[in-house]
């Protein structure tokens, strides 16, 4: 232990005898894939919510008081929290936060993961912590996304002692590999067949700007796809985006489950999620004359 930086925020200045914060080291902060994985954690909570009319654009700030992370558990697990809408108080927060929280623990108890939060830590806008919740949430519910792997950030950890400031920094890993994060572990009959595939599967990266992929919808359900709903020559990355999207609500529509690929991941020619793609249509419309 050696005695607190001179970066120390001056709110931490305040801390009883023996009392500890955490923060992340601001050179942690500035790293290209810890912003990612902020990013990629904000978009996937505003996806989950734009029907709520809910925009989050900070998460320490949006999230502590519970009620962004209510509306997200309640989205996500299809179920109906008994807690207070509106709450003000720090003590209505924090129950609320306890409600929440349990919720979440009695769904991630049975994998046997870590818990690495707390009301407190959560409340007090603690962003490791609040990090390490999102990131459980979305392994657990198999979010459409990509986290960015091996991000790990240098923490500040502030104790007050005999009325002195004193600091230690730790490491605290957020995520690992995709594999292990979002249960690709759990192998499937793609897997094998990737594994096994000649280098010449190259040649899906003729879908990659999703044009193929909406017209092959059309024949496979029978209907013509209106040429004004997808760009046909698509130019830039957010067309062929918008194009692989549509392609997907095709395919939910009809009647397959929401592809694990992200439509970014396909149009920067990701082979294994555009095979997974191309494969979950094959194993649908194989038998189909």
């Given at each position: 232990?050696?005695?607190?930086?001179?970066?120390?925020?001056?709110?931490?200045?305040?801390?009883?005898?023996?009392?500890?914060?955490?923060?992340?080291?601001?050179?942690?902060k500035?790293?290209?894939k810890?912003?990612?994985?902020?990013?990629?954690?904000?978009?996937w909570?505003?996806?989950?919510?734009?029907?709520?009319r809910?925009?989050?654009?900070?998460?320490?700030?949006?999230?502590?008081?519970?009620?962004?992370?209510?509306?997200?558990?309640?989205?996500?697990?299809g179920?109906?929290?008994?807690?207070?809408?509106?709450?003000?108080?720090?003590?209505?927060?924090?129950?609320?936060?306890?409600?929440?929280?349990?919720?979440v623990?009695?769904?991630?108890?049975?994998?046997?993961?870590?818990?690495r939060?707390?009301?407190?830590s959560?409340?007090?806008k603690?962003?490791?912590?609040?990090?390490?919740?999102?990131?459980?949430?979305?392994?657990?519910?198999?979010?459409?996304?990509?986290?960015?792997?091996?991000?790990?950030?240098?923490?500040?950890?502030?104790?007050?002692?005999?009325?002195?400031?004193?600091?230690?920094h730790?490491?605290?890993?957020?995520?690992?590999?995709?594999?292990?994060?979002?249960?690709?572990?759990?192998?499937?009959?793609?897997?094998?067949?990737?594994?096994?595939?000649?280098?010449?599967?190259?040649?899906?990266?003729?879908?990659?700007?999703?044009?193929y992929?909406?017209?092959?919808?059309?024949?496979?359900?029978?209907?013509?796809?209106?040429?004004?709903?997808?760009?046909?020559?698509?130019?830039?990355?957010?067309?062929?985006?918008?194009?692989?999207?549509?392609?997907?609500?095709?395919?939910?529509d009809?009647?397959?489950?929401?592809?694990?690929?992200?439509?970014?991941?396909?149009?920067?020619?990701?082979?294994?999620?555009?095979?997974?793609?191309?494969?979950?249509?094959?194993t649908?419309?194989?038998?189909?004359?």
């Amino acid at each position: 232990m050696s005695p607190a930086l001179a970066d120390v925020h001056p709110e931490d200045t305040q801390l009883e005898e023996n009392e500890e914060r955490t923060m992340i080291d601001p050179t942690s902060k500035e790293d290209p894939k810890f912003k990612e994985l902020v990013k990629v954690l904000l978009d996937w909570i505003n996806d989950v919510l734009v029907e709520e009319r809910i925009i989050v654009k900070q998460l320490e700030e949006d999230l502590y008081d519970g009620q962004v992370l209510q509306k997200l558990l309640e989205k996500l697990a299809g179920c109906k929290l008994n807690v207070a809408e509106v709450t003000q108080s720090e003590i209505g927060q924090k129950q609320k936060l306890q409600t929440v929280l349990e919720a979440v623990h009695d769904l991630l108890r049975p994998r046997g993961w870590a818990l690495r939060w707390s009301v407190d830590s959560i409340h007090g806008k603690n962003l490791v912590a609040i990090l390490h919740l999102l990131v459980s949430l979305a392994m657990h519910f198999r979010a459409p996304i990509r986290l960015p792997e091996h991000v790990t950030v240098q923490v500040v950890v502030v104790r007050k002692r005999e009325g002195l400031l004193h600091s230690s920094h730790i490491s605290e890993e957020l995520t690992t590999t995709t594999e292990m994060m979002m249960g690709r572990f759990e192998r499937d009959a793609f897997d094998t067949l990737f594994d096994h595939a000649p280098d010449k599967l190259s040649v899906v990266k003729k879908f990659a700007d999703g044009v193929y992929l909406v017209l092959l919808m059309g024949l496979l359900e029978d209907y013509f796809v209106p040429l004004h709903n997808f760009y046909l020559t698509p130019e830039s990355f957010d067309q062929k985006v918008h194009n692989v999207s549509f392609a997907f609500e095709l395919m939910l529509d009809g009647g397959l489950k929401k592809p694990k690929a992200r439509p970014e991941d396909v149009v920067n020619l990701d082979l294994k999620s555009t095979l997974r793609v191309l494969y979950n249509l094959f194993t649908k419309y194989k038998n189909v004359e």
